[in-house]
């Protein structure tokens, strides 16, 4: 393999929350017990080296000795119009199209202030990204919950009549749409997509679609942009991007927007616009085009075979070794959303005993109650084989076995 992602490369004391954070209370983990090591597997960073072609942009620039206002370059645009091409097979868009945003929940909440008033109720699929609710909730949003339902073969799957009953029922129009699907790890297919946006389109319901994932899917697999799947969804849904997922920039901040309708496009611009904060950084810019590289998309390809091999030595594991756990192997994503109960109820355990159990041994895995899984924990698989094999070997001796 071309590109490194076997190196355990040293994090702590470099800034990093996924370490440092670590026992500092709030949603983190517990520091582990004397005589073990941190295996960090709960934010959802990566502890693997970027494509080399970011930092290679981002010095050349820094080499330059000022830093001051500045615009985005037409080879900005260029490079998110390239990528998104070859990529996604989005053909057709233009840099009009396409605008800065700090972060994907900023996004979120500049559309939210165009689309909703406040005190509106909000559709959003259960499980739910944290990151979603806290967003919601602190700007005066009231989230509607429609629970994903597993089929036969455990396959997470959208619930239209549930959908559009809360629909119809709570008067909602505005709808958020995860796609990859965070915590579940589903690539959704275009059929279900379609019916998707079919169902909004019938009752006048707009789409905020966060495909910040939309990188990470497994080798076999292809995202779809919800805004592909037919010319109304192109016009009633703000997309939402951004390297950060891909290329572990998120300490960059910079994401972008994708909307093709005029009118709701100056509207959200103007709503993002309105504290003055809203404004790219210049390291940020420069690191997005050196991901959005012919070279990003070689080294992308080559992180999700790797990834890919890590979910599957991490489930089949999992099935061998861990009674009672249940997980949907992810199509997308990085993150396991196992589901312990069948193993907390044999055991008499509690999920709280059950984290701080994998915590006092090191391996720092994320609660996932925060996400509305009532007994599930939700794992980071993006880091060398040789520590994830380390973990879940912690976990079969000191904690599901012990």
């Known amino acids: 393999m071309k590109y490194d992602f ?6 702590k004391g470099r800034d990093a929350i996924a370490f440092d954070g670590v026992g500092g209370g709030g949603m983190a983990p517990l520091g582990p017990k004397e005589g073990f090591d941190l295996i960090p597997m709960w934010i959802a960073d990566m502890n ?3 494509c080399p072609t970011v930092p290679k942009a981002i010095i050349q620039r820094v080499e330059h000795p000022l830093y001051g206002y500045f615009d985005p370059t037409e080879e900005y645009y260029a490079s998110i119009i390239r990528w998104q091409k070859k990529r996604n ?3 057709g868009l233009e840099r009009e199209h396409i605008g800065y945003e700090n972060g994907v929940l900023g996004g979120v909440v500049s559309a939210l202030g165009v689309l909703c008033s406040r005190g509106d109720k909000v559709l959003v699929h259960s499980p739910t990204y944290i990151g979603f609710t806290k967003s919601l909730t602190s700007n005066g949003y009231h989230i509607v919950h429609s629970p994903l339902v597993k089929d036969a073969q455990g396959v997470w799957r959208m619930d239209f009549a549930d959908m559009e009953k809360k629909i119809v029922s709570e008067k909602i129009h505005t709808a958020i749409f995860c796609s990859p699907h965070n915590p579940c790890g589903r690539v959704w297919e ?7 946006m079919a169902l909004c389109q019938k009752h ?3 789409v905020i679609s966060d495909e910040i994932w939309s990188d990470i899917v497994r080798p076999e697999l292809q995202h779809i942009p919800t805004q592909s799947v037919s010319e109304d969804a192109r016009q009633r849904t703000v997309a939402l991007y951004a390297p950060s997922k891909t290329f572990n920039l998120a300490g960059l901040i910079g994401s972008y927007h994708i909307i093709y309708n005029k009118w709701l496009r100056e509207r959200v611009e103007k709503e993002s616009g309105l504290c003055h904060y809203n404004e790219m950084n210049v390291l940020s810019m420069h690191g997005l085009i050196g991901a959005y590289q012919d070279e990003g998309c070689e080294w992308t390809d080559q992180l999700n075979q790797v990834l890919a091999g ?3 030595w991490a489930c089949e594991y999992i099935a061998r070794h861990f009674d009672g756990v249940e997980v949907f192997k992810p199509q997308g994503t990085y993150m396991l959303f196992a589901d312990c109960t069948g ?13 701080k159990a994998a915590w006092d041994v090191g391996v720092a895995v994320q609660d996932g109650r925060m996400f509305h899984g009532p007994c599930h924990l939700r794992i980071n698989l993006a880091l060398p084989l040789q520590r994830v094999q380390e973990a879940f070997e912690r976990l079969d001796k ?4 012990a």
């Not at 907390?344 to 509690?350: R, V």
């Not at 000191?398 to 076995?401: D, R």
């Open 343 to 355: 193993w907390c109820q044999k055991h008499g355990k509690t999920i709280d005993e059950l984290e």
């Open 48 to 50: 693997f080296a970027t």
């Open 398 to 401: 000191y904690v599901f076995n």
């Open 6 to 11: 076997t190196t355990l490369i040293e994090r």
């Open 89 to 91: 097979g989005v053909t």
């Open 190 to 196: 275009r059929e279900e997509i379609e019916a998707f």
């Open 204 to 206: 006048d319901v707009y």
């Open 310 to 312: 890590n979910v599957d």
